[in-house]
């Protein structure tokens, strides 16, 4: 008869042996055990940051700080809780921002409801490269705080501001400027020492000035900084922001942290 079929015996375990084995089997189920434990302890990690997440205030006093167009720069705060309805319009405003494949830039305006509450009334999109804000569009009882668009110009690629987005908010007054691209959002918030300065401009007829100015300063940062098109944003607008007592917020999702320095003494409210 060929091997195939036939089975050796094996001697029977004396109790000797028998302890050994528990002993192994135990050491084992305690080594698997510890390997476990992370994968284990995981899980409740993973649905208590979930849970961290839904349950951030809805009325942040940080996100309400910069939205009341009063803050001082050095006072600003060091981070902000977007409220859920502008996480959420920020999030569909970036679903829509391709159609069939192609960038559209899409927009709205942020606003306080009479309750406290926020809301955003999404806009118009006309172009791939530009979003028209219409600064008129706010309901009764509401006050316009924000503008919110979208940078959808590279795929896979988060862009900060641009120096348009700068030189419009001459022209502007919301306290606020947010922007999406990708997964990262953007907020740019005036400060009072700002509004002194355009205001000190405006006065001298000058407001072109200050305009070229901040045009030159985000170009000339621009071009002197190596490194992808991101990077060269980046610190473009950090270089903006400083000089000209604007506050920068980055993040992802709706909690925001503060990327500009906090400024040394007093500072120059206008020049």
């Known amino acids: 008869m060929g091997a195939f ?8 375990a004396s109790p000797a042996d028998t302890n050994e084995v528990s002993s192994a089997s135990a050491d084992s189920a305690l080594e698997l055990e510890g390997l476990l434990a992370p994968v284990k302890q995981a899980a409740p990690a993973r649905a208590a940051q979930a849970a961290s997440r839904r349950n951030q205030p809805d009325r942040d006093p940080g996100f ?11 006072h600003s705060p060091s981070k902000v809780i977007l409220p859920q309805a502008v996480a959420d319009g920020l999030d569909g405003a970036w679903q829509d921002s391709f159609v069939d494949g192609q960038p559209l830039e899409q ?3 942020i606003v306080r409801n009479y309750d406290g509450t926020y809301a955003v009334r999404r806009g118009d999109a006309t172009d791939r490269t530009t979003f028209e804000a219409d600064y008129h569009d706010v309901g009764w009882t509401q006050e316009l ?6 940078h959808p110009n590279v795929r896979g690629e988060a862009n900060s501001f641009s120096e348009p987005d700068f030189t419009s908010m001459l022209a502007e007054s919301q306290p606020i400027n947010l922007l999406r691209s990708e997964d990262t ?11 002194a300065m355009a205001a000190h401009y405006e006065a001298d ?3 072109d000035e200050l305009e070229d100015e901040i045009y030159d300063c985000f170009d000339n940062v621009y071009g002197r900084t190596e490194g992808t098109h991101a990077e060269k944003l980046e610190a473009a607008v950090l270089v903006v922001c400083q000089r000209f007592h604007l506050v920068y917020y980055r993040g992802e999702g709706r909690e925001l942290a503060r990327v500009s320095p906090r400024p040394r003494g007093k500072g120059a409210v206008a020049r």
Request: overall charge negative.
């Open 185 to 195: 959002t953007y907020m740019v918030a005036r400060t009072r020492e700002f509004d």
């Open 5 to 12: 079929g036939i089975e050796r015996e094996q001697p029977l």
């Open 64 to 74: 309400a700080q910069v939205a009341s167009g009063s803050i001082r720069e050095g």
């Open 205 to 207: 007829e000058r407001l």
């Open 145 to 150: 705080v924000g503008v919110m668009h979208t």
């Open 107 to 109: 927009g709205g305006n």
